[in-house]
């Protein structure tokens, strides 16, 4: 069945370091992908998401890029701030049998000053 | 109300008790959905509902009941509470049909079963 692995956290960064969270998927077919970020306390909402090979999603200067090849959807921040501080979720959207969503384990970040 | 709201924000329960937690979007979408997230193992599915009347069974079902009256409420019931079952509830909700939806996540029911 579909699955979906990412990094296990806690990552911690200083302020404007660089960030990669692994991101690896496992679909039939060609599935939408996204990134989802939980901060302290709230729900999830959408970090960014690619719904083709080769598409970069991109927000708040974030990026991850659908690789096919790789079945990878890493996100990557060029300069980390402290209010970057959540839970990173990867997910996967299947296009067989109805559209539903596979999140990883999801990827903690704390950001130091 | 804007986008998907819960309640009650957090309950005590005791075990063997009935709850049922309520959710409700105004965005009129179609698909619903119910996760319960723990530590280390991320958001996992219990119950869906691709349009009003109809309902899923996700990934873990077992001890959990919905229903779909209309297209804005997706209750979720606990027939008879046991301590597994804390965890922290997230209803969400998409605009199903086409590939590539957001999901729009409420804040979350945070359940404690003793």
């Known amino acids: 069945g579909n699955s979906v692995t990412q990094m296990e956290g806690p990552v911690t960064l200083s302020e404007e370091a660089f960030l990669t969270i692994n991101c690896t998927y496992t679909?039939?077919?060609?599935?939408?992908l996204f990134w989802y970020v939980q901060y302290p306390g709230e729900g999830l909402q959408l970090l960014l998401k690619?719904?083709?090979?080769?598409d970069k999603g991109s927000n708040k200067g974030f990026e991850a890029t659908y690789r096919k090849e790789t079945t990878s959807f890493h996100l990557e921040k060029g300069s980390v701030q402290v209010s970057d501080s959540a839970v990173y979720f990867c997910?996967?959207?299947?296009?067989?049998?109805?559209?539903?969503?596979?999140f990883g384990a999801g990827t903690r970040l704390f950001v130091k000053a | 109300i804007a986008g998907i709201t819960q309640a009650p924000t957090s309950q005590i329960l005791a075990a063997g008790r009935r709850m049922t937690l309520r959710c409700t979007q105004d965005?009129?979408?179609?698909?619903m959905y119910w996760y319960r997230q723990d530590l280390g193992l991320g958001l996992r599915l219990i119950h869906y509902?691709?349009?009003?009347?109809?309902?899923g069974k996700g990934e873990v079902p077992d001890g959990y009941s919905v229903s779909r009256a209309n297209t804005d409420d997706f209750p979720l019931t606990l027939a008879s509470a046991v301590p597994s079952q804390t965890s922290v509830y997230f209803c969400?909700?998409?605009?199903?049909?086409?590939?590539?939806?957001?999901?729009?996540f409420g804040p979350g029911t945070r359940l404690t079963v003793l």
């Open positions: 969400a909700s998409s605009d199903s049909g086409r590939g590539g939806n957001e999901q729009f």
């Open positions: 679909a039939t077919g060609y599935p939408s």
């Open positions: 690619a719904t083709k090979a080769d």
């Open positions: 997910a996967s959207e299947g296009n067989t049998g109805g559209f539903k969503t596979i």
């Open positions: 965005m009129r979408h179609n698909a």
């Open positions: 509902s691709n349009t009003a009347g109809t309902t």
